[in-house]
């Protein structure tokens, strides 16, 4: 049994390497790594003073932190074990110094080569080609050398012989190294199999950029099952792989598709700021600033901006990034996410979730019906089917009498009565038990914004919706905006909001006001409804969240 110590962590000075010695002077930069070098060890954790931010001292690792570390620790024994086992094999592999060829030469005879991307093997069969990309897989035996080639377009196979897969720099190829080979592209013959039904019988290859091996390889620093906070820590390498790289190509798709049915719809895309000094959705998210002396904050919402473009550019949308500072770890929360809004005027509620549920059902329509994005959402959620029209349209006091009949509480463990709010939990259940879309529509006032349009035939329920979806709930929310100056300054009144920095948004009621509605959509949470991920930080390219800003 190893022996029992004390080790030092500061995430700032330590470092994870052998040259630390997880002392107080010397410390580790994780728990994860103290844990890997001694499983015993009791840990101390780097604390600033938050009274007095120039001193620290070190505490205990919390109950909570110390789980998480050793889930890290097995993580990096597994990496340290799986190196080993590479490192036996590449010994087992004939030496370098034994190999016939020292450097590879091409055969000045043969046709020119074209070169080409991945998506374009299909029009090159049969031809001579240069492909250049980054080594997804790799297998060298001897008088044998397979290579996966992966260029961000598609992933090719390419065969290796003869002298090329016995030279010296074919025995040193390492995962992820850049490569440019040359080629012929051939269909793959019966019963074999390979990316696109091809494979390219290289003739000639140069390495660009050799990837290290040993304790530095790739597949060392990412493994699958790893923490995921230390994936997240690398996460410009995991988004080499296919589930991330699959899920970023279905959102440039869907970016693409929602714009497209914008465009039919007649509605103009706008650029709102991101740095303001007015709120949507509460003090208590905002992210504030210093702005040039004066406080400002990033944009919790566009639609403020969005609804003063109405006069002159008629109805509008944006694709923004909005901020919230909630400290909320929750698989549904980021800081920072991709908000889809847009706002439209002369129209009436039913209209407004007429054109919702039309945008939605569209836009999935045509990405299922991409090229890329389709087979790519087969592979990640095979059941994945599209929602079909029209939504169920469901009131809010109806769903409080269904949740009450089939004897799902609230919070707080009781029958669920007017003005409580519908949690993630109970919602999630309701939606997945009829399983179908529902428009949720009419919640009361006193739940929702002060700036949504009360119902004329119950001033009690506003012209509010929200959109859930089977499997994975809350998808849109949106409403009627407040159109009365009187009605809305009484709300800010009532919210304790001062009206005057918002005198170009009270404007828009003052200089011809109008019946108007709108809506924002959530990207990251919509790709995790179609790409069938857990959490909506695998749909965002970096995610943003509590205690996470880098890299």
């Known amino acids: 049994m190893s022996e029992s110590k004390t080790f030092y962590v500061n995430e700032k000075s330590g470092v994870d390497t052998s040259e630390a010695t997880g002392s107080e002077s010397h410390p580790f930069a994780t728990p994860s790594y103290a844990l890997f070098v001694n499983q015993d060890a009791k840990i101390l954790v780097y604390k600033e003073i938050e009274e007095k931010p120039e001193q620290f001292e070190y505490q205990e690792i919390s109950a909570s932190a110390l789980k998480k570390a050793k889930k890290g620790a097995e993580s990096l024994k597994k990496k340290a074990e799986k190196q080993q086992k590479l490192k036996e094999e590449k010994d087992n592999l004939p030496k ?139 996460r410009h390498l995991t988004l080499r792989g296919e589930t991330l790289s699959a899920v970023m190509k279905v959102r440039s798709v869907f970016l693409g598709a929602i714009r497209k049915v914008y465009k039919e719809e007649g509605l103009l895309e706008v650029t709102p700021p991101c740095m303001v000094q007015t709120q949507v959705e509460g003090g208590s998210t905002l992210f504030k600033m210093d702005y040039y002396g004066e406080e400002a904050y990033l944009t919790q919402s566009s639609q403020l901006y ?7 550019l008629g109805d509008v949308y ?29 129209l009436t509620f039913d209209e407004l979730l007429t054109h919702i549920e039309t945008l939605i059902s569209k836009t999935i329509q045509y990405v299922v019906e991409d090229p890329v994005a389709g087979p790519l959402i087969k592979q990640l959620n095979p059941n994945f089917q599209p929602p079909k029209l029209p939504f169920q349209r469901m009131e809010y006091i ?22 409580d709010d519908i949690a993630e939990a109970q919602e999630r259940k309701m939606v997945d038990t009829i399983n179908k879309p529902i428009l949720l529509i009419r919640f009361p006032g006193e739940i929702k914004s002060f700036y949504m349009q009360k119902c004329k035939d119950d001033p009690r329920v506003t012209e509010s919706v929200d959109v859930l979806m089977p499997n994975v709930g809350e998808i849109t929310g949106g409403s009627m905006r407040s159109y009365d100056l009187d009605e809305l300054l009484q709300g800010f009144k009532s919210h304790k909001i001062d009206p005057a920095p918002y005198y170009w948004f009270l404007d828009q009621r003052t200089y011809g006001t109008t019946p108007h509605g709108g809506y924002g959509l959530g990207t990251e949470r919509i790709l995790a409804w179609l790409c069938d991920r857990f959490t909506v930080r695998d749909c ?12």
């Open 96 to 234: 370098v110094s034994e190999l016939s060829l020292s450097s590879i030469e091409e055969d000045s005879s043969l046709p020119k080569a074209n070169k080409i991307k991945l998506n374009k093997i299909q029009e090159n069969i049969d031809k001579r080609v240069i492909v250049n990309g980054w080594i997804h897989r790799l297998r060298v035996q001897k008088g044998l050398a397979f290579i996966t080639l992966r260029d961000g377009y598609g992933f090719l196979q390419c065969i290796l012989t003869g002298d090329l897969a016995k030279a010296k720099e074919t025995q040193e190829l390492t995962i992820e190294s850049t490569v440019s080979i040359k080629g012929t592209i051939l269909k793959l013959p019966e019963g074999k199999s390979a990316p696109g039904g091809v494979e390219l019988k290289a003739d000639y290859y140069e390495i660009i950029g050799l990837a290290p091996s040993g304790e530095n390889s790739f597949t060392n620093k990412i493994q699958e099952g790893a923490d995921p906070s230390l994936l997240l820590d690398q």
């Open 306 to 312: 969005l609804e003063t473009c109405l006069p002159s």
């Open 318 to 346: 944006c694709v923004q990034e909005s901020f919230r500072a909630e400290k909320s770890h929750t698989r549904r929360h980021l800081s920072e996410y991709t908000h889809i809004e847009a706002e439209l005027a002369f």
């Open 398 to 419: 109806h769903a409080l009498d269904w949740l009450n009949e089939h004897g799902i509480l609230n919070d707080e463990g009781e029958p669920f009565k007017f003005g």
């Open 540 to 551: 965002s390219l970096y995610p943003r969240f509590t205690g996470r800003c880098k890299p």
